[in-house]
C-alpha cells in the first residue's frame, strides 16, 4: 500500500471515530476507550472461553478448544515480550497475573482430560 493512501486512510479513521465520539457524546451514552488494560483483558476472557471456564457468548455453552487457548495464551506471552519496559506496574501485574493463571488453568485442564 503505498504511503499516500495509508495516511488517507489513517485520517479517515481518526475523523469516523471523532465522530463517533461526538454522537455518543450527544446522546449522553458512554464511550469506551481501548485501553492497554481492556485489550489484555480480552485476550485472557477468550482464552478462558476456550478452556471451557467461561459460557461462549455466542453458543451460551462451555466448549473447549484448547489449540485456541493455547494460541491466546501464546499470544500474551508474545505481548508481554515486545512490550517489556513500556508497561506501566499495574499493566505489568496484570499481565504476569494473567499469564500465570491462564498456564495453571490450562495445565489442571489437560491433566483432568488425560
Known sequence: MNEEIRKKTDEDWKTQVDKEKSE???AKEIYHQPTFTIFLSSLS????????KLENPLTNKAETNYDQARFLID???IIKEKTKGNL???????????L????????QEK???K
Open 24 to 26: 455518543t457524546e450527544e
Open 45 to 52: 476472557m477468550q482464552a478462558m472461553i476456550a478452556m471451557g
Open 75 to 77: 499470544t500474551l506471552e
Open 88 to 98: 506501566t506496574p499495574e499493566e505489568e501485574k496484570l499481565l504476569g497475573d494473567s
Open 100 to 107: 500465570f493463571n491462564l498456564r495453571m488453568i490450562y495445565i
Open 111 to 113: 491433566e483432568e482430560k
